[in-house]
């Protein structure tokens, strides 16, 4: 069976599948930029720092070194531009990351640099090649998106013909040296481009498949993890209740012991695919295990998360497989207002399990209806025992 692995721009159920050339979105098509924050961001920036301060410093060298700069070359503007060179490397220090335009910035930066410094040379062809736009071409390559390295790939066949064209005195040796030094240039760029999308492709799709439920496609008890933090800082700041629907489908076992396991993972397919096309953008469908799914989303109130439910109910009633199976579901409903300095992933399952008591009342009461979680009220007045969870009416 083909595997499902469905992708959205929020965090809704899959949507798409893999298999086919796709993946869990396109990597490179705005490029990777440093400007998150986190080690490996600060690595790449600090790194970039790294290389412009040696590369000014190397520069700077030429100054002090007799027979490297032209006669009546105006070594203020050579200074100035390898004084530049470090002090663009000042920000990446301090703020440890880089934006995407200001990353393309410095790409281009280097390659004024290279123009300047082979306009100051005395020979180009010794002393500054054209290799020195390695560094431009393959900064381009790796953190860019496809427009900007275009650029930076017509611009680095501009800045070697205008830096070249006073060391040759023939046309077609100047056109010659051009298309070798530009072409190789943005030969290996675009080979490094090329080989930085196939490995985005595989790690993003890597970390979808370890967040997704490989019969269905749905997500997984790790991917309600990993979005607990991200609804309950919302839900705190829209004033809203994060709500918890646990479905289970009825008599599941019966319906495997009678028509075999192929038949039940149909049935797990098509209610997925069903709920899949019911839940709204921004809820979080999954399944966290046997024929238990759960949907997570933000209501503003009881009664919207048991219109939610009954659509969601109502859904799997009317799901049937190619062999004319069909199933119904019993909804367990839960709602929690988050407070600040709660932990996200333990509010979580403290939900999940209200959502899956009610489930199991729904199950009592002759199973394919909705039912809602009651916070348990003490015996007495007097008494001191509290209920164990906080008022979600």
Known sequence: ????????????????????????????????????????????????????LIGGAMGTVNLFVDGVLREGAPRGVYAATMALCVLAAVPLIIRQRAGRWGTFGLVLLGDLIYLVVAMCIEDPVRYATPLMLLFASFVAAWFLGPWELGVNMVVTVLVCLVALWPSYDSPMALGVQVGVSAGMLNAGSFGVFVLRRRVQRLLVATQMLSNLDPLTGLYNRRYLVEQAPRLWRQARRDGTRVAAMVLDLDHFKRLNDAHGHA????????????????????????????EELVVLGMVSDS????????????????????????????????????????????????LVDRADAAMYDAKKQGRDRVAAFRVPRARSPHTDEQPAVRDIG
Request: charged fraction near 20%; glycine fraction near 12%.
């Open 1 to 52: 069976m083909q595997g499902i692995v469905r992708t959205s721009t929020s965090v809704r159920h899959p949507v798409a599948v893999i298999g086919r050339g796709q993946s869990h979105g396109d990597a490179g098509n705005t490029g990777v930029t440093v400007a998150a924050r986190g080690p490996e961001h600060r690595v790449a920036a600090l790194t970039l720092a790294a290389l412009l």
């Open 263 to 290: 038949a039940g993972d149909a049935v797990l397919l098509a209610v997925a695919g069903s709920l899949g096309a019911t839940v709204r953008p921004a809820d979080v469908l999954a399944r966290t295990g046997g």
């Open 303 to 350: 009664h919207e998360a048991t219109r939610l439910a009954e659509r969601l109910r109502s859904a799997v009633a009317r799901t049937y497989t190619d062999d004319g199976h069909t199933v119904t579901a019993s909804v367990g409903i839960a709602l929690a207002r988050p407070v600040d300095g709660e932990n996200a992933t333990d509010a979580l399952w403290r």
